[in-house]
T-cell receptor, first 116, second 112 residues
Framework: DAGVIQSPRHEVTEMGQEVTLRCKPISGHNSLFWYRQTMMRGLELLIYFNNNVPIDDSGMPEDRFSAKMPNASFSTLKIQPSEPRDSAVYFC??????????????FGPGTRLTVT | KNQVEQSPQSLIILEGKNCTLQCNYTVSPFSNLRWYKQDTGRGPVSLTIMTFSENTKSNGRYTATLDADTKQSSLHITASQLSDSASYICVVSGQAGTALIFGKGTTLSVSS
């Protein structure tokens, strides 16, 4: 298994531009999570999906952020318009079931976003 | 407020030595506690998951302990290796939901 795949690995964009981050979860996993990691705040859960349905988006910082999961093998996180404070590493993770159980979450390699 | 505090923030040890990382949490109710290892430039990788009924779990040279009464956990690394240099993150899950509370991590540097 290739693990969780994220693209791009690095993204540099100018303030105001739209940014789209992509994630392919591990085949057979039905829960998908988006996280943001910064030095100041550590890892933060943004949103998670169960069976392609968004369950909890309370971590999404503001309306500029949106996430979709059109099918079981693909999800996107979009920032429009981007701002310098969005600069962070964004991780996608997947698991067999949501994290309320003891099931493992498997993380992707992350996308390092820099907004200038 | 649900919080996870880790100490120390950073640690430098010599190869071959043992070390212990600490995690204190205030999350309630409690479901499980996880320790992750994150190498520089990579995603976190799970080391252990413990429920409230477990008080110790090992994964090779890594041993995690949990005291649900005092809300404390520790991660003990035995005979450290250069490859143990990483950030170690404690994550606590609340009950009946997927709320994961992350600590900010301990950065461990193992030198030769």
């Amino acid at each position: 298994d290739a693990g969780v795949i994220q693209s791009p690995r690095h993204e540099v964009t100018e303030m105001g531009q739209e940014v789209t981050l992509r994630c392919k979860p591990i085949s057979g996993h039905n829960s998908l999570f988006w996280y943001r990691q910064t030095m100041m705040r550590g890892l933060e859960l943004l949103i998670y999906f169960n069976n392609n349905v968004p369950i909890d988006d309370s971590g999404m910082p503001e309306d500029r952020f949106s996430a979709k999961m059109p099918n079981a093998s693909f999800s996107t996180l979009k920032i429009q318009p981007s701002e310098p404070r969005d600069s962070a590493v964004y991780f996608c993770a997947s698991s067999l079931v949501a994290a309320a159980s003891s099931y493992e979450q498997y993380f992707g390699p992350g996308t390092r976003l820099t907004v200038t | 407020k649900n919080q996870v505090e880790q100490s120390p923030q950073s640690l430098i040890i010599l190869e071959g030595k043992n070390c212990t990382l600490q995690c204190n949490y205030t999350v309630s109710p409690f479901s499980n506690l996880r320790w992750y290892k994150q190498d520089t430039g990579r995603g976190p990788v799970s080391l252990t998951i413990m429920t409230f009924s477990e008080n110790t779990k090992s994964n090779g040279r890594y041993t995690a302990t949990l005291d649900a009464d005092t809300k404390q956990s520790s991660l003990h690394i035995t005979a450290s290796q250069l490859s143990d240099s990483a950030s170690y993150i404690c994550v606590v899950s609340g009950q009946a939901g997927t709320a994961l509370i992350f600590g900010k991590g301990t950065t461990l540097s193992v030198s030769s």
